[in-house]
């Protein structure tokens, strides 16, 4: 069990035990302050140690909690919020592989990949802010802040294209082969027009924001996208 996961499975039990139930609206405002603070405490801390052990499911399921309630009915409401994560949790912690899958499952990248990246030696081109923006990607992604990863996802697509020896991302699609074309083609005509809509539409009365499932699909037309640029480096040193 990692330190993050100790960590929120403890403080999983102290919302679950915290007296929150015997301060109401109606108490005196300064017990209302205390209650409220208190548990304020506990939540913002739960929600950072979930967010560290790497689980996307469970980071969407806290990332939008507003963990800075200020009236007493709010810190109800954040509480009975709060347990769906802390059920999840705890269903999830059972499981004596948990850390090891959750680990898995957060990386958008295959840290295995991301590890082969970070080794080449390139005369030609420096892929150091490849590698820094797949790093920050994947930590994005762990963390269920999926706005920065699909506008991460479509900057490295733009940023590859001189690998290749080419100016755009369409035009490594174009050139790449049969089988290579149909999967990068998914990055170019989906997961970029996904990144486009979050980041030119203007604000609106009501917002929707982007899900796991909007970006999860993506991981292994990703990946090959990634081999491809290990493949055309190495190439270049060989």
């Known amino acids: 069990m990692t330190a993050a996961l100790s960590l929120a499975i403890q403080l999983a039990d102290e919302i679950e035990t915290f007296p929150l139930g015997e301060c109401g609206p109606s108490d005196d405002p300064d017990k209302q302050y205390a ?45 009975a919020e709060l347990f769906v994560a802390v059920d999840a949790l705890k269903e999830a912690a059972k499981d004596p592989n948990y850390s090891t899958r959750a680990a898995s499952n957060a990386a958008f990248l295959n840290s295995e990949v991301l590890m082969r990246l970070k080794a080449v030696q390139s005369s030609r081109l420096d892929p150091g802010k490849l590698v820094k923006m797949c790093e920050e990607l994947n930590d994005a992604y762990a963390r269920g ?79 090959v996208l990634i081999q491809e640029v290990l493949a055309r480096l190495n190439s270049d040193e060989a």
């Not at 409220?36 to 506990?42: E, N, S, T, Y």
Request: glycine share 4%; net charge positive.
């Open 145 to 223: 802040n999926y706005i920065s990863s699909v506008l991460l996802l479509r900057a490295i697509i733009n940023h590859i294209p001189p690998v290749f020896g080419a100016d755009t991302f369409s035009e490594v699609v174009a050139q790449a082969g049969r089988s290579v074309k149909a999967i990068l083609t998914r990055l170019n005509e989906d997961a970029r027009p996904i990144a486009d809509l979050h980041t030119h539409m203007l604000m609106r009365r009501k917002e929707n924001l982007p899900t796991k499932n909007q970006i999860e699909p993506y991981k292994t037309s990703f990946e």
């Open 35 to 79: 209650y409220v603070a208190g548990f304020r405490d506990i939540a913002k801390r739960f929600v950072g140690a979930v967010k560290r052990i790497g689980d996307p499911d469970l980071s969407s399921m806290v990332a939008s909690l507003n963990t800075s309630p200020e009236r007493i009915n709010e810190a109800h409401e954040l509480r």
